[in-house]
Structures are given as C-alpha cells and as structure tokens.
C-alpha cells in the first residue's frame, strides 16, 4: 500500500519538462486557442444577438431534433448493446469472434460511408426501405433515419463499456444468489444488472454524446430539412456556408458548452463506475 | 571465482574516507504522512543487512532514496565516503532488486543480465564473458535465452540478482526479495543469497517484514517501524535486549501483562517475579510497568494446593504444545513448550499451576496509557505472502 | 456442481457452449440460464448487429459491383479519385507522425509522472473527441478564413489555409489529437514505471530506458494507436468537409469524393470509392482483433483503470491471454 504512495511521488524519471512541454504548446496552438477563437467570436455578439442567432426557431427544433434523436438511439444501444455485450461474454457460438471484431465497424468505417450505405439501404427502392414503405414506415429522409444512422454510429459504445465489467465479474455473486434461492432471473436483475448499472450509465452517455455531434452520416439519411430534418451540426455547416461566421459560432458555442458538459459528466461517471467495479 | 566489487575510481578514491554507507538523519514526508523520520545508521563495507518491520512502515522508501529512486526531504546517504544526494541513480552505482523483480520482459535472460553493461557501451566480448560469469554464479545455465514469462519464481529472482550485480555495484540493495515466491523456494532462496553474499562480500541491504528471514541471513538487523529507527543490532541483541516494547512485541510470541513493580518483585495479580530476572527495571519505589514474556520464557508445574492460575486449554501444534492459563487477578497467559516436554506433565484444562517466569522486560507505563490488551496470542510473524 | 462439460471452468461464469446447454441430462449450473434464453439472446444480438453492421457492408459491395468491373475500375483511377487518394495519403503522411509524436510525450508525462492540473490536461486532450467534427473544421474557418482573425493578414500575404491543403491538415490534426496518448496512457499506467526505474538504476540514460525499455514494453499499444490514428485521418469527413470547399482534383479528399459522387446521383462510382473506405476499414478491425491478443496488458489495464474519459475510441475489450514476449530478438547479450 506504501509503493502506491511513493510511486506517484517520483520526479526521478526524466523527460517531465520536456514531454508537459511539447504537450502543453501543442494543445494550445491546436486546440485552445481555435477554442478561444470561437468563444471569442460568439462572445463579439451582444447578448441578443446571440440569442437571435443560437436561439432562432429553426435553430431550437435543431437542438430538439439532434438531442431528442441521440437520446432514443443511446437508449436503443443500451438495450441491444447490453445483451450483444451479455452474449459475448457469456456464450460460446459459432461466429463469435468476428462479431468480437465486427462490433468496432461503426468506428472504423468513414462516416460518409455510413452515410451513403445506410441511406440506399433504407430509401423506398431500398433492401430493407422496400418492404418498410410497404408497410407504411419511411425511414430514410425522416427523423426515423437519423435515429437509425445514430443508433449505428454509437453501437460499440455501451458494448465496450459493459463487455470488461461482465468480463471481471465473478460468479460468487452469482452463486451465493442461487444458493439463497434466488430464480435464475431475480439473480440477474437483482445481483447481475445493479452490478453493470454504472458501465451501462457510462455506455449510454457516450453513445450520446457521440450522437449529439455527428455529421457525416446523416447530412445524407436525413433530408436536411429546416425544422424537421435539420441537425445543429448540420445548421452550423448551413450558417458557414451562407458567411454568417458569427451566427455558426453561436450556435456552434451551445453544442460546445453540451459536450463540455457530457465530457465532464463521463469522467464522473468513469471514475463511479470504475470504483464500484473495483469494489465489486 | 570471485567477483571483485565496488572497484572505486580515482575520483572516489579521493574522498574515501569510510567505506561502506552512511544514512544520516533521513527524512521523507508524503504530504501530511511521515514515510521516513529522522533515520541515521552506517554498514561498513562487506555486512549483510536486513531492515526489518512490519508492512508500511517506511522500509522500502529508505532503500529508495539510497538508490535515488526517491529524494529524501532531509538528511543525506554516503556511498564509500562519497556524499551521493545529487546523484541521479545511474550514477550511484548501486544495484537495486525489486520486490517483483522488474525484469525486463522483452528481453532474454542474458540481455537483461547484459543490460547495465550495454547501456554504458562495455565491448561485446567483454559484456559476453561478464554474462557467463554471473550465469554460472547464479545457476542459471541453459535458462540463457530465455524470456521472463518463461521462468519460475525463483529462477526470476536469480536473473534479478544477476542483472543487479553485473555492473559491479558498491552496495547491493533488495526490496523484500523473496516476498513473490513460494514458501519452499523462498527457503532455498535464502541459502543462495547468503552464500551468494560469502562468496562476492558486496555490502547488502534487504528489506523484509518476516523475522525469521531477517535472523536466518543477516550480520545486523534495523529494525524499523513508523518510519523511525526502532533498533539497530545484531539478531541476537535484538532477540535478548529489544530496546522498545515495540521491538519486544514484534520479535516473538509474546505475552503483555500491565502490572508493578514494587520492593524486588514485579507483580501481576497473583503472579510475582523477581526483579532480578526483569531487565530494564525503572528505578523508584512503586513504578506501573508493562511487562513484555515471551512464551517460551515460562516454567508451568501443577500445584496442587494453591498455585496461582489455572490451565484453561491445551493446544498441541506439531513439535510445540500451547498452553493458556488463567493468571488470578490478572489476565491470560500463553506458553510454549517442546512436545515432550517434562514440564507439561500432569498439566490439563483445569488443573491448578505454579508459574515461574525466566525472563521478563519492563517497560515503565506512561501515566494515561491505555491498558495492555490482555493477551497477546499470536503466532510469530511470519510471512503473510 | 458445475458440469464438466462446459470448457473452460476456470473462476468465472464463462462461457456456455450453446449446444452444451442444450444436452438434457447435465444439470444446469445455477450461474447459467435455460438453453433456449441463451438462443434467443444469441438471436436477437446476431439479428441486431446483422442489421446494423452486416447488412451495410453488403450494400457497399453490392452497389460498387453493380456496373461491373470496368466501371468500377474506371470510378477508382479517374484523375479526381486519384487526387483525391493522393491528397488524403498525404494529408495522413503529415498527420501520423505529429499526432504519434505529441501522443508519446503526452502519454509519458501523464502515465509517468504527478503534477497539478492533471485531469484537466486529460480532459483537454479527450475535448476534440468530445466537439462535433463540424465544429471543429468551424473553429479553423474561424481561425484563417476570410472573415476569420488571421483571414486578412493571411491573404496580405498570399497564404491559403482554409479551402485548401494547410486547412484539411489541420482540421485533421485536431480530430484526431487524443488517438494515440488515449490509447497509450492506460497501458503504460498499467505497467508502472518499475523496468524504467530498475534501468536507470542499472545506470542507462532517460533516453536509452525509453528506446530499450519503454518502447518496446508497449510496442502493440503503440501500433495499434497508430492504426486506429491513421483510419481516422484518412476517413474523416465533417471536419475536412467545412474546411475544404470541395475543389474538385485540389481539396478533395476520399470521403468527400465519394459525397461529391453521390450527390451527383453517380451512385456506383461512389459506392466503388467507398469500397476503398470500407476495405480500410476492415484492415484496421483485422488489425485491431490481432494486436488485441498481444496487448493484453492494454486490456488488463483498461480492466483496472477505466480512468481515461471519452469518446470516439470506445474502449476495447481484449482477451487476457499470455503475455507473449518477443520472437526476432535473437543474438543473445551483445544485440544492440
């Protein structure tokens, strides 16, 4: 317990000045002062036009839109994620590893390609649109399709981040559950799930706000419609090419100030769900 | 086949004034935690050491800042008379082996061995004959090619030791070395370090919190505790002469008993001892001491009228016999005796005893101190590996 | 009382083989549940990532192979798709290197060392993650555009950044800044610095215990970090996208090639570009699923130290397998 102390305290290790150094001046140059450009830019703007501009009516079905979107398709990927992360852990079945490697795809593959894929899929003349218009649902070029291609795009998230819990779970637990004669489902929800709880919280928070930002995929599924189609990011890239640089700053700022806010929240989540999966 | 150690430069040669180390008053904070208090003692040059101590209690940092893994907040190391403080560790020459080892993985046995050789840019002919050496010195033939996820236990620590000794170092340190392997090859473990230490008589230090180990292989024991220097002696002083009633509790299976001393007698209820066979008396007329008795320091008889305790249990453990009486107006008591023992004749839960106490230590009892706790039933410390 | 029959009982509740399960006479261990729960779980993850992952992938091939072979041929050499295959090799070639270089020493001095402000610089390396790809091609538009804060001073003297090469570099550096130390950190926090200390001790310089030590210790790591840093940068497209102006054959890169295509209804020549995408892609999954065996001390770590926030790399989970040492190191104590 004592080298756990003295091992954070050690400054005898070179290299301290020289690698904070050349991380601290390329983040600055790269990514704070850029950062700083835009506040400042949306800071020029007094208080209503900044309102006028991040706060227009098209602007706030945006926000709706984009959030209201990433939320069902986080919550999707919760309830798929956490039984494709179950079913990788638990069973052995024919096919199991390149699904293993398969899960990653959604990060790997280039958003625009996403984009286009997901879109010829689902418009009307589409494999899977077809029998979908027959029905009476259209996805792509609707809200249904953003959340579609969202629901793709967050996919590994929740399955990375409970698959190590489930991974480290011993089956004591389990066990003394079945011995205290527990069925096999209230074992699950009651000893198993609480257990993946945090994993799972931290899961969907990623799955969100990776949605939240998303472009690629869905300037080509979603139709880009001003109040019904239209995403924030989508909005911003609209305002720029129109020149209205402090209008897309604006609006840009309120998407940074959210994901400033799930940044903090997901190391607070980390850091809960690593402690409770320490104790565990 | 000798291997000629800490060949001072001219440099050194210089300020050499004792050869050996010298720790003066050090010190180590880790924010509000004192890790090392006030620390001071010297080994001359060729003594096998161990720094002994339960966990935590700072053995580790002190070995750390000697190699300058750490930087001590105050006081200062002496290597062969030179003042080492401002040295980063490679220049300190000293070979350090960690607790697990800290081999490097991606390496065979003989580049780790030939590691410390090769990063000062020593020939290949030469780094080649200097790894033989070491390789027959430590029995490590046929392993040569060998990575580290490909060895034992005991064959790691080996390569460690050689790796460590390969540059020559004037002072060897290890951190609790054999704290990773097994019981059995802890043992045989202990043999090589120490007929490793006859053979090349580099001055070593190593940590360890197990007493046995510390008395089986060292010329002098530290014992240390809270980050302070408990007690700096040889195995046997600090058996026959614990200078705290910390070093008296730690070393050995010990009973405390609160109790007075008064007109040549050292009194516990009903129990008496006589002064003479209490050491560290304090003087005065009526002084509360506690009383520190090891359990193999006791006499039982069965008495059969009076007697002043009776036997509660008796626990045979192997080749010992355990045996708790209950002292009148005082507290329980342990002893200890050999299986066959004459004096456990007659002795069952029950019977009445006479004791006699062969040795005691009085430690005077600071006015407030809170009450020793009655019994002290423990198996000597071993190791808890 | 667990059966026999299932592989690999070590501690865990592993791991039951379906048609195991589904033997009548072996009793069912408490820790498992019914044979046709675990099918139909199987079921519904497979029908899942089926729709989500597989099916998509078909339509990548299914639509670049439609017009045949010639066309596809003629859709990947045509002189803008070979500008554009030229302009994302390079725009990588700058990237990779800065970004791997900036990823060790950031990696170093936080798995390496304490100091004050720590978690924020762990928060400021993960934001770029965290910033929607339009923002951040934004904030160069900002920067350097016409009406940005250099904009005038640049055109002054006659320097193009935005709408042009410089631009797309740096959008790209900034997506994908935290690739490599992300990847990185938990590894080396996971290994402690006890080799770096015995080889200092053994009286090796700072830099001849990271050529010989560090680096090698966490060579897959490493690799890997590199791989996933290079898909990224060659497949980013909402950054470069804003930054770009899509100038045909100049400031085009793959993927806006393929929207460019796609917009034009030229369907199957963009499908056949995204094949190019797609088999990056799959090269870089392959890549991932072999390095994943040989960095388990990566994934161990992960384990053990969820600590590292965010996004776009979602965290891998890694098969705890032997910690394989190195094969090609072969001469013995003199090899340098």
Redesign the interface.
């Known amino acids: ?3 756990d ?12 000045g ?3 150094g ?3 001046l ?2 600055s140059l ?6 700083a ?2 506040v ?2 949306a800071a020029s703007l007094s208080w209503a036009e900044f309102r006028a501009a991040a706060a227009t009516p098209r602007a706030l079905a945006a926000y709706r839109l984009s959030f209201g979107a990433s939320f069902v398709a986080a919550l999707v990927n919760a309830v ?1 994620g956490l ?2 992360a ?8 024919p ?1 199991r ?1 390149l ?16 984009g ?3 879109t ?2 689902l418009a009307r003349n ?3 649109g077809k029998p979908l218009h027959a029905l009476g649902v259209d996805v792509a070029f609707t809200p249904l399709g953003i959340v579609v291609a969202l ?2 795009i967050g ?3 929740v ?3 409970v ?2 819990v489930l ?5 004591d637990m ?2 003394a559950s ?2 205290l004669g527990a069925s ?1 489902w209230r ?1 699950l929800t009651a000893v198993v799930l609480p257990q993946l709880g945090p994993a799972l919280l ?1 899961g969907f928070t ?1 799955a969100f ?2 949605a ?5 995929s869905i ?2 599924i979603s139709g880009n419609m001003p109040m019904r189609t239209e995403i ?3 909005l ?2 609209t305002k ?1 090419e129109e ?1 209205d ?1 402090a209008g ?2 604006a609006v ?1 700022t309120v ?2 100030g959210v ?2 806010v ?3 929240a ?2 607070r989540l ?2 809960w ?2 402690a409770t ?2 104790a565990a | 086949m000798g291997i000629v150690i800490s060949r001072p430069g001219r440099a050194e040669r210089a300020v050499s004034a004792a050869p050996g180390i010298r720790v003066e008053r050090l010190t180590k904070r880790f924010g509000a935690f004192t890790a090392v208090d006030d620390v001071s003692f010297d080994i001359p040059a060729g003594e096998l050491v161990a720094m002994l101590g339960p966990s935590g209690g700072g053995k580790s940092t002190i070995l750390r800042i000697i190699a300058g893994l750490e930087q001590a907040d105050g006081g200062s190391v002496w290597l062969d008379g030179l003042g080492v403080d401002h040295l980063p560790p490679r220049e300190r020459r000293v070979g350090f082996v960690f607790q697990h080892y800290a081999l490097f993985r991606h390496m065979t046995v003989e580049e780790n061995i030939g590691y410390a050789l090769r990063v000062r840019r020593v020939g290949c002919a030469e780094r080649r004959e200097r790894v033989a050496e070491l390789v027959a010195l430590m029995g490590l033939h046929g392993l040569e090619r060998r990575y580290p996820s490909q060895l034992s236990g005991g064959q790691r620590q080996r390569v460690a030791l050689a790796r460590s000794l390969a540059a020559r170092p004037r002072l060897l340190l290890l951190d609790e070395p054999f704290a990773a392997v097994d019981a059995r090859v802890r043992e045989e473990l202990r043999h090589w370090l120490r007929r490793l230490h006859d053979e090349v008589h580099v001055t070593s230090i190593f940590v360890t919190h197990d007493q046995e180990e510390a008395f089986a292989l060292a010329d002098r024991v530290l014992l240390i505790h809270d980050g302070r220097l408990e007690q700096d002696g040889s195995p046997l002083e600090i058996l026959d002469d614990p200078a705290t009633e910390f070093v008296a509790r730690f070393i050995g299976d010990v009973n405390v008993l609160d109790g007075v001393v008064r007109a040549g007698e050292a009194t516990v209820g009903a129990l008496r001892v006589p002064v003479a066979r209490v050491t560290a008396v304090p003087p005065g007329e009526r002084v509360p001491v506690r009383l520190v008795i090891r359990s193999y320091d006791l006499k039982f008889w069965r008495a059969e009228d009076g007697g002043v305790a009776t036997v509660r249990r008796v626990i045979t453990l192997g080749d010992r016999v355990r045996v708790e009486a209950m002292v009148d107006q005082a507290g329980p008591l342990f002893a200890q005796f050999p299986r066959r023992s004459s004096l456990l004749h007659g002795v069952a839960p029950g019977v009445r005893i006479g004791i006699e106490v062969t040795a005691a230590r009085a430690y005077p009892l600071a006015p407030g101190a809170r009450p020793a706790v009655p019994v002290q039933h423990r198996e000597p410390r071993r190791t808890f590996a | 009382m667990s059966t026999p029959t299932l592989p690999g009982l070590r501690r865990r509740p592993q791991a039951t083989t379906a048609a195991a399960r589904a033997r009548p006479s072996a009793p069912r261990p408490a820790t498992t549940e019914p044979a046709p729960v675990c099918w139909a779980l199987i079921a519904v993850a497979l029908a899942f990532l089926g729709g989500f992952l597989i099916l998509p992938l078909a339509v990548v091939v299914a639509e670049a192979a439609r017009a045949g072979w010639g066309a596809y041929l003629a859709a990947i050499t045509e002189p803008d798709a070979a500008a554009a295959v030229r302009l994302t090799l390079l725009t990588a070639a700058i990237v990779v290197p800065l970004n791997l270089v900036f990823g060790v020493a950031a990696a170093w001095a936080i798995a390496r060392f304490e100091f004050v402000g720590k978690n924020v610089l762990v928060t400021l390396i993960d934001l770029p993650l965290a910033v929607s790809p339009v923002i951040s091609g934004l904030l160069f538009v900002l920067m350097f555009g016409l009406n940005g804060w250099l904009g005038p001073w640049l055109e002054a003297h006659g320097v193009e950044i935005v709408f042009a090469v410089p631009g797309i570099v740096l959008a790209t550096l900034f997506v994908t800044v935290p690739l490599v130390a992300r990847e990185l950190i938990p590894v080396m926090q996971a290994q402690g610095a006890a080799e770096e200390e015995a080889s200092l001790v053994l009286g090796a310089t700072g830099w001849q215990t990271f050529w010989h030590v560090t680096l090698p210790n966490v060579r897959w790591g490493l690799l890997y970090g590199v791989i996933v840093l290079n898909a990224r940068a060659m497949g980013e497209f909402g950054a470069v996208s804003v930054v770009s102006g899509h100038i045909r054959g100049l400031t085009n890169t793959v993927p806006l090639h393929v929207e460019i295509l796609y917009n034009e209804y030229r369907s199957a020549a963009a499908f056949a570009v995204a094949s190019l995408l797609m088999a990056l892609a799959l090269l870089t999954l392959a890549a991932g699923a072999l390095l994943d065996r040989r960095r388990s001390a990566a994934a161990d770590a992960r384990a053990a130290a969820p600590g590292a926030p965010l996004t776009a790399t979602p965290p891998r989970a890694g098969s705890a397998s032997s910690r394989r040492p190195a094969s090609a190191s072969g001469p013995g104590a003199c090899a340098d």
């Open positions: 317990m004592f080298d102390v003295t091992r954070k305290r050690r400054r005898v290790l070179p290299g301290f020289l690698t904070l050349v991380t601290l390329y983040l790269l990514v704070l002062l850029p950062l450009g835009l400042l830019k798929f039984v494709v179950w079913v990788l852990v638990r069973y052995r079945f096919g590893r699904v293993e490697a398969l899960v990653d795809l959604p990060f790997a593959l280039p958003t625009a390609v996403a286009i894929t997901l010829t899929l589409g494999w899977l629901t793709f996919l590994p998230f399955v990375r981040t698959q190590p991974e480290e779970m011993e089956p389990e066990e079945a011995c096999r074992t931290t990623l706000a990776r939240t930002g998303e472009y690629g300037v080509f924030a990011p989508l911003i890239a720029l020149y640089y897309a700053a840009a998407m940074l994901s400033f799930l940044l903090l997901i190391g980390q850091r769900s690593g999966h320490r």
